[in-house]
């Protein structure tokens, strides 16, 4: 199993397409609160275009990348997030622009999946009691 794997894991999250490198986690002053931050980068290896369909024959290139700060369950009390930087790509063939994309957060949400389980599963524990 990959580091990336294990702290994927650690985090309860899962997607091939995450990557950790060295130094993965800081510490950080978000809104006066000291928290962690974890840092990962996203990429798709796209074998067609999601928006014409036609086959990445070398016609989807990387296109520079944009950093989302997302709001993760507190690991060891402490609030955490995750700072994803994900690949941007341009289909040559459609001149379409497009983003990778993870199981992990919804496009465009800034708050983890698991977030909002955690949620769900905290106030159900409170209706049930
Ligand atoms: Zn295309």
Redesign the pocket.
Known sequence: MSISNSILKSLNMEDKNVIFNENFVENRKIKGKKVLVYKGYLKNNYE???????INDN??LKNGTRKSLIKIPKVSELISYLELTKQKYK??????RFIAKTNIVEYRCRISNNTKYSVINYVKDILLK
Do not use: R
């Not at 067609?48 to 036609?54: D, F, M, Q, T």
């Not at 289909?91 to 379409?96: A, R």
């Open positions: 067609y275009c999601p928006v014409c369909g036609c016609s989807i289909c040559n063939m459609c001149n379409k």
